[in-house]
């Protein structure tokens, strides 16, 4: 991997969405907004008073739960973006094995493809976080500190899915994934409710999950609640899963370009 040849491969990617973004408009912005007003607004009067705001750390529920659809919408982003586009650019219009037949290699796809979701990460991030801020859920400071953690944990959940779309050649695959793994993530990982209040056999589980890890952070620099570990472990595990996806990515997309 060459950092000239991943920026070249991010241009051109870049160039791509500039004339095709508003297709992916209402997935990346709107959507997210939508949750925020239909679950963080409107459920949030119906829980609001009594013990609700201790449960949750001292904030409204609608700063809780908004904070956390950050979260969970950026892991969407990053999964999204990242699975049956690369399947498709493999397997069906083939660009990406035409892509290495100059001398970008598959390492650098895979360098250009990460940074091109991390802008995407980023602008959207930037989006939600001025709506947080419009509707007085966070402050100022707030809403800066929410867009780092939540580029971070779309990274580090689009990586791992990266590696498996390079390695599924049917769409049925991809799909399962996000029956089977990404939607639970979205409800049981501490994005509307704390997972202390799951089940303890599944608490364990949740706590694993890259999508939690980054709704420790989100919160703590939108909301300024205090993590369950130090920040630094959830950053590690954040970076971690980014890490080992891409490797893997490299190591798969490799042997389906060059069998």
Do not use: N
């Amino acid at each position: 991997m060459t950092v000239a040849g991943s920026l070249r491969f991010a241009r051109y990617q870049l160039e791509l969405w500039r004339r095709t973004w508003y297709g992916s408009a209402f997935s990346t912005f709107i959507a997210p907004i939508l949750y925020l007003a239909g679950i963080g607004l409107g459920i949030g009067q119906l829980v609001e008073g009594g013990g609700a705001a201790a449960e949750l750390g001292g904030v409204s529920y609608a700063a809780f739960a908004g904070t956390g659809v950050l979260a969970a919408s950026s892991m969407q982003t990053g999964a999204g973006e990242l699975s049956w586009p690369v399947m498709g650019a493999i397997s069906f219009t083939r660009t990406w094995v035409a892509s290495t037949s100059t001398p970008l290699t598959p390492a650098d796809i895979v360098g250009g493809k990460m940074l091109v979701l991390a802008v995407r990460l980023t602008i959207s991030g930037v989006v939600f976080a001025v709506s947080l801020l419009a509707l007085d859920l966070v402050d100022p400071l707030g809403a800066l500190g929410v867009i780092a953690p939540a580029v971070l944990v779309g990274l580090a959940c689009g990586a791992p899915m990266f590696a498996f779309a390079a390695w599924a050649q049917e769409g049925t695959k991809i799909g399962y994934v996000f029956r089977f793994v990404v939607v639970p993530l979205f409800v049981l990982s501490g994005t509307f409710f704390p997972i202390s209040e799951l089940p303890s056999a599944v608490q364990p589980f949740a706590a694993v999950s890259p999508l939690w890890h980054g709704i420790e952070l989100v919160r703590a620099g939108g909301l300024g609640l205090a993590t369950a570990y130090p920040p630094l472990v959830h950053v590690a595990v954040l970076l971690a899963c980014t890490l080992a996806g891409v490797l893997l990515t490299v190591r798969t997309l490799t042997q389906r370009l060059h069998p």
